[in-house]
């Protein structure tokens, strides 16, 4: 079965700088992708960017980018020059078929000013 | 409005009594899903379908039915409402096929109190 891990609860960082958030994932798919949402306290799930199991490139969308080390199984978004905006709820999730999405249990980013 | 729309929005209840929550999209995604969001867990699928007529059980299933006989619209009942249910619930629904992944567009949620 398919398994996303978020090792860190919170994470702190100030404004207009990066921050790493982690994600390590299990399955025994050959193909398979990875996705990151941002819940922010509003509640909303917002996509944010998309990993494909054989894209050779990591991805990018705008600030964020997808730090993808395969043989390592780890899927870790990077923002770069962080808003306050930016801070909220971060989940990882790996899509298992049928498009069904398996997700962590969340990295919640405060930013300070 | 054009979206992924549940309602209610806050639903509070009582333990046996029996809950429906509604979603609805307005895109003809082939796909839609339930999921419940608690502390510590992330977000769970309870229940997803594929099409039309097409449902079938996701993680967390106990306790929960659905149908989905429009494309549009897929409710979630709790036939007999438990304490374990409170819960926030999103829906959300994706495209069949035609790009390289299909993102889910979610619901606003519905927060779900049961006494």
């Known amino acids: 079965a398919q398994k996303i891990t978020q090792t860190q609860p919170g994470m702190f960082v100030q404004e207009k700088e990066a921050v790493t958030l982690d994600c390590t994932y299990d399955t025994s798919d050959q193909s398979y992708g990875l996705f990151w949402y941002k819940q922010p306290s509003s509640g909303e799930m917002i996509f944010l960017i998309y990993q494909g199991s054989y894209d050779e490139q990591n991805a990018t969308e705008g600030r964020y980018s997808l730090n993808f080390q395969k043989a390592r199984k780890s899927a870790n978004l990077v923002i770069s020059a962080s808003q306050l905006g930016d801070s909220a709820m971060y989940f990882c999730a790996i899509e298992t078929g049928f498009q069904k999405l398996v997700f962590g249990t969340g990295t919640r980013l405060l930013v300070s000013p | 409005d054009a979206g992924i729309t549940q309602s209610p929005r806050y639903k509070i209840t009582e333990t046996g009594r029996q809950v429906t929550l509604m979603c609805h999209q307005t895109?003809?995604?082939?796909?839609m899903f339930w999921y419940r969001q608690d502390l510590g867990h992330g977000l769970r699928l309870i229940y997803y379908s594929a099409a039309a007529d097409i449902t079938d059980k996701g993680e967390v299933p106990d306790g929960y039915v659905v149908s989905r006989s429009k494309t549009e619209n897929f409710p979630l009942t709790l036939e007999s409402a438990t304490r374990s249910q409170t819960s926030v619930y999103f829906c959300?629904?994706?495209?069949?096929?035609?790009?390289?992944?299909?993102?889910?567009?979610f619901g606003p949620g519905t927060r779900l109190t049961v006494l």
């Open positions: 959300a629904s994706s495209e069949s096929g035609g790009s390289s992944y299909n993102e889910q567009f």
């Open positions: 895109w003809s995604h082939s796909y």
